[in-house]
């Protein structure tokens, strides 16, 4: 059932599941909170209070919110200070689990407010500024692929590029309910306003995100597919955001066959993978609460 947070200039939508520990999972641009439906049982079983939220502008959440820009846009920056409300608003400290562009969130909330977050994860993560690395696209079909329906998306305001890239190279292999899953998503975005608002991630760089990365002070694990068509070469993307955060406090992993929703495509694996960061990194007492 979805819940409601009420933060300065809107409100973001969420759904409540488990007890324990508090883990705040983020999306990323252009999809809503459905993009985590089969990771949230196994991290609720595991003992944790997971609130899936959709980010501003997305999903049941509220539009037209004033960004830090000062532009008609939605940065990392703004994603972030809307993570601290709802950790707030729930009694942090939390784990952030970002994805694609709430990956950098997460990096600017975790530096931001370090009192309220515990922990980081970052799945697929645009936390760095990224580069047109020519040699891959002339190289790498799937990368070529990807980044033109991308770019094109953006460009040329384009659903039909966006449902392609969703519905094949960005997955290179789909769950069961991946059909249901992309007609809920397009009914959303149809909604009045909600492609516009889809269209202001585009106006944003990750250099809020990658300018932050060394004021991080919590532990931090970057989850990355193999075959991410959206990096040229997703391993040395996750070794490099690894590389920019203080010494020791970074780790990555990789998902073999996943691409850039690995957490959708194999959500047990991935579960697997973070279950025993979130138990290392959380600390329970008697009343059931957490702190860092």
Same mark, same amino acid.
């Given at each position: ?23 705040? &999972? ?51 920056? =703004?994603?972030?200070? =809307?993570? &601290? ?42 936390? &760095? ?18 980044? %033109? ?6 460009? &040329? ?31 959303? %975005? ?22 932050? %990365? ?79």
């Amino acid at each position: 059932m979805t819940e409601y947070v009420e933060l300065e200039h809107g409100r973001i939508a969420c759904d409540v599941t488990g007890d324990g520990p508090l883990v705040v &999972l983020s999306h990323g641009m252009g999809t809503w909170r459905r993009d985590f439906r089969h990771l949230v049982a196994p991290l609720a079983a595991a003992g944790y209070r997971v609130v899936n939220v959709d980010m501003r502008g997305h999903g049941e959440s509220s539009v037209d919110w004033p960004s830090v820009t000062g532009k008609a846009a939605i940065s990392r920056t =703004d994603v972030a200070l =809307d993570l &601290l409300g709802v950790i707030r608003h729930f009694g942090g400290p939390a784990v952030i689990v970002g994805h694609s562009l709430s990956g950098g969130s997460a990096t600017i909330a975790a530096a931001e407010a370090p009192e309220l977050v515990s922990a980081i994860v970052e799945i697929n993560p645009f936390t &760095l500024t990224q580069s047109v690395d020519f040699g891959a696209l002339w190289s790498d079909r799937r990368h070529r692929r990807g980044l %033109l329906e991308l770019v094109g998306t953006q460009l &040329l305001k384009s659903p039909r590029l966006w449902f392609r890239y969703l519905d094949g190279v960005a997955y290179p292999t789909a769950p069961a309910d991946h059909d249901d899953y992309l007609a809920e998503l397009r009914t959303l %975005l149809e909604r009045p306003g909600r492609w516009a608002e889809f269209m202001k991630t585009g106006k944003t760089t990750p250099a809020d995100a990658e300018a932050r %990365l060394p004021e991080v002070r919590c532990p931090a694990l970057v989850i990355m597919g193999v075959d991410d068509p959206d990096f040229p070469h997703p391993e040395d993307e996750a070794r490099a955001i690894v590389a920019g955060l203080p010494t020791r406090l970074g780790q990555f992993v990789l998902v073999d066959r996943g691409g850039h929703y690995p957490h959708a495509q194999f959500p047990e694996r991935v579960a697997a993978l973070m279950i025993p960061f979130l138990d290392r990194h959380t600390t329970r007492d008697p009343a059931g609460s957490v702190s860092n």
